[in-house]
Each structure stands twice: as structure tokens, then as C-alpha cells.
Antibody
Framework: QVQLLQSGSGLVKPSQTLSLTCAISGDSVSSNSAAWNWIRQSPSRGLEWLGRTYYRSQWYNDYAVSVKSRITINPDTSKNQFSLQLNSVTPEDTAVYYC????????????????WGQGTLVTVSS | QTVVTQEPSLTVSPGGTVTLTCASSTGAVTSVFYPNWFQQKPGQAPRALIYSTSNKHSWTPARFSGSLLGGKAALTLSGVQPEDEAEYYCLLYFGGAWVFGGGTKLTVL
């Protein structure tokens, strides 16, 4: 059973950096079949995929175009976790942030986003 | 900018059947978009229901099923229960990026 446990600050000032961490149990951040995603949800934008990190003989990242210039997602293999940094935040970045696993089964060609963190409400306000 | 579209709201009677759909602005949805479906209730994280068009997770009730229908991904609930009242989201894969639909609010009335 995979579990994802989020931590990080719930209040960030405008122009500063949002930082969250997602600790993984029951799987490895270095898995060759999984990718580790950040997703956010707000009333104005709905659910929005932000990006992911994954290991396929080397580390890769994919980022949403909407945040590409401001986002960094990093793995931490020593702690089996991954992190989100979003720079230069504005009130529009206020949302509930989730981490989630996506998993690809090569032999059957299945692709699932299955396990989610508990969510962290991040408010951008001075 | 790719847009994934769902019905904003649907209403179904208890015991009835309802189908939610998921369309892509890029054209027909096929299996290579690996459609995923999620249920979300207020104050909770989304819960995965269906992956890769029609596959159920071990926790997915049998009354939920997924398919492709008329160029869209579809989620069908058969024998709807009051506890199925929730928001439902689809998710499509566009080669390195996931895109969520806007969600369908399902009312059981």
C-alpha cells in the first residue's frame, strides 16, 4: 500500500517561494515505473497538474506550460521523498496542493494516477 | 492550450444509470490518452476509480465502469447509490503532461 504524506508551509507571502514535500512509503522515488506528481486545486482553476519527476536510468522532469518558468520538482533519494518549489507566487497560486503517484505498467500498457497525498492548503497573502 | 471538457452537472435518481463524458479539444479521445477517472467529495482528496479507459482499481465499486464512447472517454454508474453524489474528474495524458477535465457535479436526487 503506497502512502504519500505531505508537509510544508501553508502561508506564503507574495513574490516568495512556495515549498512542499511529499514523503513516500510503500514505493521508491527511484522506481522505474512510477512518476511523482504535484497537482493543485482552486475554485477558479479546478484541478491543475503542475509537473512530475521520475527516474528512467536518469532523472527527468515534466512541467505544465502554465508554471514552467517558476517550478522545480526534485527527488530526494536519501529520504524517499520529493519536493515542490514554486517561485514568485501571487494570490492566484492560492490552492490546495496535492502530491500523487502515476504508474505505468509496460507489459499491459496501463497508466494510472492512483495514490494521492492528503492535500495542503497554501494561501498566498501578505 | 489543451482543454478537456466534462458536463458541468448531471442529476440521477437513486438506482438509475448515468454516463459522464470527457472530451478533448485536440480531437477524439482514444486509449492512448490513458483516460483516468476520479471521485471527489467535499474536503477530501480525489479518489482514483478507473484507469486506462476501463480498468478498475481494487477499491472501485463494481457499479462504476469506463469506456470510450463517440470519441470521448466515458464513466458509467449503474445502480447509483446516494453516496455516489460527488464531483467526478477525468484525466487525460498528452505525452508528458496530464490534463484534468473541469469536473462533473453529480447530484443523486
Amino acid at each position: 500500500q503506497v502512502q504519500l504524506l505531505q508537509s510544508g508551509s501553508g502561508l506564503v507571502k507574495p513574490s516568495q517561494t512556495l515549498s512542499l514535500t511529499c514523503a513516500i512509503s510503500g514505493d521508491s522515488v527511484s522506481s522505474n515505473s512510477a512518476a511523482w506528481n504535484w497537482i493543485r486545486q482552486s475554485p477558479s482553476r479546478g484541478l491543475e497538474w503542475l509537473g512530475r519527476t521520475y527516474y528512467r536510468s536518469q532523472w527527468y522532469n515534466d512541467y505544465a506550460v502554465s508554471v514552467k518558468s517558476r517550478i522545480t520538482i526534485n527527488p530526494d533519494t536519501s529520504k524517499n521523498q520529493f519536493s515542490l518549489q514554486l517561485n514568485s507566487v501571487t494570490p492566484e497560486d492560492t490552492a490546495v496542493y496535492y502530491c500523487a503517484r502515476d504508474f505505468y505498467t509496460k507489459n499491459s500498457g496501463w497508466y494510472t494516477v492512483d495514490y494521492w497525498g492528503q492535500g495542503t492548503l497554501v494561501t498566498v497573502s501578505s | 492550450q489543451t482543454v478537456v471538457t466534462q458536463e458541468p452537472s448531471l442529476t440521477v435518481s437513486p438506482g438509475g444509470t448515468v454516463t459522464l463524458t470527457c472530451a478533448s479539444s485536440t480531437g477524439a479521445v482514444t486509449s492512448v490518452f490513458y483516460p483516468n477517472w476520479f471521485q471527489q467529495k467535499p474536503g477530501q482528496a480525489p479518489r482514483a476509480l478507473i484507469y486506462s479507459t476501463s480498468n478498475k482499481h481494487s477499491w472501485t465499486p463494481a457499479r462504476f465502469s469506463g469506456s470510450l464512447l463517440g470519441g470521448k472517454a466515458a464513466l458509467t454508474l449503474s445502480g447509483v447509490q446516494p453516496e455516489d453524489e460527488a464531483e467526478y474528474y477525468c484525466l487525460l495524458y498528452f505525452g508528458g503532461a496530464w490534463v484534468f477535465g473541469g469536473g462533473t457535479k453529480l447530484t443523486v436526487l
